[in-house]
C-alpha cells in the first residue's frame, strides 16, 4: 500500500494546509510565516536558526530521498506511484502559477523536488528495467 503512496505529496499538503490557514484565511504575509524559527545552540557558542521553510525543504529532500530508493523497484505498483507523483507534480505547479502564498522559494524548491521525483523515479525505472531484462549492451567494451 506504501509503495503507491507518492511521499512528496505530504509536503505539499502540509505547505497547502499552511499557506491556506495562515496566508489566505487568515490574511498573513506567507513570507514572514516561513520565517518562524527556533534555535539550536551549538557548542561554537552560536545559536543556529531554524526556520519553518527550512524545515519544510529538510523534509521534502528526504522524502525525495525516500522516493527515489522506491523507484529502484519494477513492479506494477511502482508504475502507479510514478503516476501519482506526476499527477502530484502538476497540482504544486497549477498552486505556485495560480494560487496566493504559494509564490516563494520554499514552495518552488517544494514543487521542483516533485518534478526531479518524477524524472528521477522514470529513468530509474527504465534502467532498472533493461537491467532485469538482460536489455542492456552486455560486454560490447
Known amino acids: 500500500m506504501l509503495r503507491l503512496f507518492p511521499f512528496m505529496i505530504i509536503p505539499v499538503i502540509l505547505y497547502?494546509?499552511?499557506?491556506?490557514?495562515?496566508?489566505?484565511?487568515?490574511h498573513?504575509?506567507?513570507?514572514?510565516?516561513?520565517?518562524?524559527?527556533?534555535?539550536i545552540p551549538m557548542f561554537s557558542g552560536e545559536r543556529w536558526q531554524?526556520?519553518?521553510?527550512?524545515?519544510?525543504?529538510?523534509?521534502?529532500?528526504s522524502l525525495l530521498f525516500i522516493e527515489v530508493v522506491k523507484a529502484t523497484h519494477t513492479?506494477?505498483?511502482e508504475l502507479i506511484n510514478h503516476a501519482l507523483s506526476m499527477l502530484t507534480f502538476?497540482?504544486?505547479l497549477v498552486e505556485f502559477i495560480t494560487l496566493k502564498g504559494f509564490s516563494t522559494s520554499v514552495f518552488f524548491f517544494i514543487m521542483?523536488?516533485?518534478?526531479?521525483?518524477v524524472i528521477a523515479g522514470y529513468t530509474?525505472?527504465?534502467?532498472a528495467a533493461e537491467h532485469d531484462l538482460g536489455l542492456g549492451k552486455a560486454g560490447t567494451d
Open 75 to 77: 513492479t506494477e505498483k
Open 124 to 127: 530509474i525505472s527504465i534502467v
Open 50 to 61: 531554524v526556520t519553518f521553510g527550512d524545515f519544510m525543504i529538510l523534509l521534502s529532500l
Open 90 to 92: 502538476i497540482v504544486a
Open 16 to 26: 497547502s494546509l499552511f499557506a491556506f490557514g495562515g496566508g489566505v484565511i487568515a
Open 112 to 117: 521542483m523536488m516533485c518534478l526531479f521525483d
Open 28 to 39: 498573513h504575509d506567507v513570507q514572514e510565516l516561513l520565517k518562524i524559527y527556533f534555535t
